[in-house]
Structure formats: C-alpha cells, structure tokens
C-alpha cells in the first residue's frame, strides 16, 4: 500500500454517500487524516466508521456548503481540530431535474447554490487558509461535458461553470501555491444516478446503452483519480478538469 497522504488533512465535502464517500476511504487508506461534511449527520459518521475499521483516521462536521458561514466555520473547524488543510475536495452537489421552460426557480436555487455557489465558497475558504500556511491542492467535481440533455440544463449549466470556474481560480491561485483541478465524472454507481425506488441492475440497463464502454464507472474510479490530482504527482496539472466517463463525450 502506498501512503501518498501521510500527515496530510483532506477536507472532503458531501462525504457521506456515494463519490465522496469513496474518496474519503481512499485517501484514508493513504494515510490522510479526512474530515468529511454534509448537511447530514448520520452518513458523514457511517463514513468515519469505515474509515476507522481500516485502520485509518477521521472525523465529520456538518456544514451547508452554500452557506459562506458554515463553510467557513468548516475550513476553521478542520485546522483547529487537525492542523491543517492541505487537500480539499469539493464534490458536494445536488441534481434536479426538468425542462427549462418548466423549471421552478426554488429548484434553479437550490442547484446553483450548492453546485456553483458551494464550490466557490469552498475555494473562497480554502484557499484564505492554503495561501498563507505552504499552500495545497484542490480538486472540485463538475460533470461530463455531454451534448444536451433534456431536462438536465440546470444541472449542466452548473457544472460547466465549475469546470470554468476551476480554470480561473486555478490561475488566481497557483501563484500562492494552491493548485486547483477539477473532476469531471459520466455516469457512476452513486445515489445520484438512481430514479426513486429504482434496482441497481435497472438502473444498469437504463444506463449502459449510453455509455460506450459499456458500463456505469465505479465511484473508486472517480476516487483514484481525486487522489492523482491532489498528489504531487500531478504537479503540472493546473486548472484542468479530467474528464473521467467511459466515452460518453467522447
Ligand atoms: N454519480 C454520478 O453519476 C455523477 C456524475 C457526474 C457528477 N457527479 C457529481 O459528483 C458529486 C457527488 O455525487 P454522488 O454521485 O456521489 O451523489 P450523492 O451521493 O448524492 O452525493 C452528493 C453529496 O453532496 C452532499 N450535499 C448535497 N447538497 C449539499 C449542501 N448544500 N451542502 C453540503 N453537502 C451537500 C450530500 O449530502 P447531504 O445530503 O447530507 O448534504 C451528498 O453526500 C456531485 O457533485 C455530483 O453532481 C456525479
């Protein structure tokens, strides 16, 4: 087993479930001390238990990512309870759908203040501590570019400016010795992919047809690659977003 993240503390937003949840245990098994957040109690403390039954280190704070005092009362929390804040991974996001026409703008909202708002805010946060204390790195999770789908332009439109979003920032920051990249996964075996009530295998044979390899990705996928971009090395890597999607934009 190789520890790339040894005395580090990684902050992991939307660590309970799903991609982050993935990502948490994999930096956890590298050594890092994790600190996974959500709105939600109960799947942030599932996530630390994993972590501690393999021998690794964590803890979870809840926070509203779109809201700049709980982000910023998370980033506090982290490096006094940690020391730290070396890695932050953004990844907390919400999916609504419908069609644009009929879209109500409580539901617009809500996807962009957590989608965009709560990526900027993090960042915001994260990077005030970063520049000041030997810097770090930062990876936030936007989407597959894809060619429209009805019903999801909100979603889209929120992720494709996480993707612009990393660019800029990622220049505003690598002079401070922050360096910022960004996810951008297709379709991956998470809450997220799933219609209400919905079997895992439907949900594979409604997918897989779509997908060109065949298949939905794994969230440990989404999670090596999470830990790529924040290892030293991919230190040349400023400002990018990895498309990580089985050949559905290709
Ligand atoms: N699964 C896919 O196919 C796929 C594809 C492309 C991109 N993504 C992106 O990957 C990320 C992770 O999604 P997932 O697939 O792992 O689905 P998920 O299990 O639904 O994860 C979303 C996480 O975000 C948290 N969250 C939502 N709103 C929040 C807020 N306002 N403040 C703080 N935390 C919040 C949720 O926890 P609480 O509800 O407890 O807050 C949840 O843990 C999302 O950004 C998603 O858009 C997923």
Redesign the pocket.
């Known amino acids: 087993m190789t520890a790339r993240f040894t005395g580090k503390v990684v902050l992991i ?9 993935a990502t948490a245990l994999a930096f956890g098994r590298e050594g890092a001390t994790v600190m996974v ?4 109690a109960e ?2 403390a599932e996530t630390v238990k994993l972590i501690e039954a393999e021998g690794g280190r964590a803890d979870h704070a809840t ?4 809201r700049s005092a709980d982000v910023e009362r998370l980033v506090a929390t982290t490096v006094a309870r940690h020391g730290g804040l070396h890695v932050a991974f953004n ?5 609504g759908a419908g069609p644009v026409p009929d879209l109500d703008e409580d539901t617009w909202n809500a996807m962009v ?3 965009l708002t ?1 990526v900027f805010l993090s960042m915001k946060h994260e990077i005030a501590h970063m520049r000041g204390n030997g810097g770090g790195t930062i990876v936030n ?4 570019p894809v060619t429209a789908v009805p019903g999801l332009g909100a ?1 889209a439109a929120t ?1 494709e400016a996480v993707v612009a979003l990393t660019r800029a920032a990622a220049r505003d920051a690598i002079g401070d010795g922050v360096r910022i990249t960004a996810v ?10 799933f219609l209400p009530g919905e079997a895992p295998a439907d949900r594979d044979a409604r997918l897989a047809p779509h997908i060109p390899i065949g298949r ?2 794994g ?1 440990a996928e ?1 999670a090596a690659a999470v830990l790529w971009l924040a290892s030293p090395e991919s230190a040349f890597v400023v400002g990018h977003g990895l498309v990580i999607d089985g050949g559905v934009s290709a």
Do not use: E, F, H
Not at 13 to 21: D, E, K, Q
Not at 37 to 40: H, T
Not at 91 to 95: H, I
Not at 184 to 193: L, S
């Open positions: 937003t939307g660590g309970g479930t799903g991609i982050g949840r957040s959500g709105r939600r799947p942030l926070a509203d990512v779109s990844n907390a996001g919400v999916l203040g957590t989608n709560g999770t936007a989407s597959n979603y992720k951008a996964p297709g379709p991956v075996d998470a809450p997220m992919t939905v990705g969230a989404i």
